[in-house]
């Protein structure tokens, strides 16, 4: 693949990076000559310097023929210039680095749609997204999340006395377009279609917006009603924790963080009315003590500072805390992390340039869908997780979902238009651009392409 990157910081040398030793064709535009000089000399790819937002400097690297265009800049403005740059020049799939929250805010404006962008990453909302669904449902099953953390996917089994029971999947009224994937039934994997009916014991994939899946809970497990709140706790009113709490918005979490900055304080929350915000030096012992950190369910170091959330986790898991995590800049770290955790009580660490890079790597690949997850070992029957665009001259493009002859052994659990991504209801109408997710038998991927392509 011939990929341009725009930007030598951290996260678009990470990629850099990645990408080249696959062996892909890097090319990487860098305004600062140190960066650049630096970069030339530490991994195989082009490096050019010059303006990445400057069609000549575009054109120089190749922009016109490439597969992917990465601007991955720490300047927005630039990001959305380069990018819709790029693609108004030939650029195949082009991602956009952006940070502030108002270029992702579509109430007024869709700027992803308004520049002509693919995607728009950002790597703190994206480590936010991975920290949220530790802490929504540890014990969630391990799946790619679609439409950045607006679909997920949850394991539930059924239990005595559901009112799920017995009833056909089509005559059940599930709140939240929840969507009912697959079923484990004594140890063999079924594809759910509308006559199928759901036993106790039977253990089912449910996607759909995470608040809806905790709501519909109790319809599959009667015991989950009644939950008590859970606590959480976050250091620093940074980006991620911001992003973190506006993911954790459901009145089940009862959510404080702790931040040094007054003004920062004070802005955040006016901005964020049900968080409670905390004016102190997280850091600090005694301020943690006070603050009894050690009663949280989960307690969240964001801090901009990897030494400072290392060691602010340890007190915390020291002082009580139930589960522990952290965000953290230096990728190298999280390995050494990840062995001492039993020690640390450290449960999860995330680094936003890996999460960035792992949201574009999902993408760059040679196949015409995008496998998120296997569910079942070996057999050429397997079923799996898929995730694949609808293509202009598509025989399902203009038509209902419920209109549409799907394979058999394949179910629709998510659906993106205009880039917006929501559970799908028979009556969605499918368009050319469009994005879908299904579970489906691996030997009928085949019958899905032909209809979609």
Known sequence: MKIVIVGAGEVG???SETLSVADHDVTVIERDETLADALSETIDARVIKGNGSSASALLRAGVNKC?????????DEI?????????????EKTFARAHDSTYRDNSLINHQRHFGIDHLVNPEALAAVELAKRIRNPGRVAVEDFGRGQIEVKSIEIQQGAKVVNIPLKELR?????????????GENLVANANTTLKVGDQVTVFGHPD???????????????????????????????????????????????????????????RLPNVTMIHGDGTSLRVLEEEEVGHS?????????????IMTCLQAFKLGAKHTMLAINRADYIEILEKLSNSLGVELAVSPRVAATNEVLRYIGKKPFIELEENAQGAQDSNCIIELDIAEKSAVAGKRIRDVAWPKECVLVGHEHNYMPKTPTGDDVLQAGDSIIAIICKSRIKELLKLTK
Do not use: W, Y
Not at 174 to 186: D, F, S
Not at 240 to 264: C, Q, V, Y
């Open 212 to 270: 809806s899946l905790f709501e519909t809970k109790a319809l599959f497990d009667p015991s989950s009603k009644g939950s008590a709140k859970i606590a959480v706790t976050i250091l620093s009113g940074s980006e991620i924790a911001i992003s973190l709490a506006r993911l954790l918005s459901n009145p089940r979490f009862k959510i404080r963080i702790i931040e040094k900055d007054l003004k920062l304080c004070q802005s955040l929350a006016e």
């Open 174 to 186: 599930l709140p939240g377009n929840i969507r009912i994937g697959l079923i484990n039934r004594e």
């Open 67 to 75: 597969d992917f265009f990465l601007a991955m800049t720490s300047s």
């Open 13 to 15: 040398t990470h990629l």
């Open 79 to 91: 990001n959305l210039v380069s990018a819709s740059l790029a693609k108004a020049l030939g650029a």
């Open 297 to 309: 369910d989960f307690f969240v170091a964001c801090r901009k500072d990897d030494e400072d959330n």
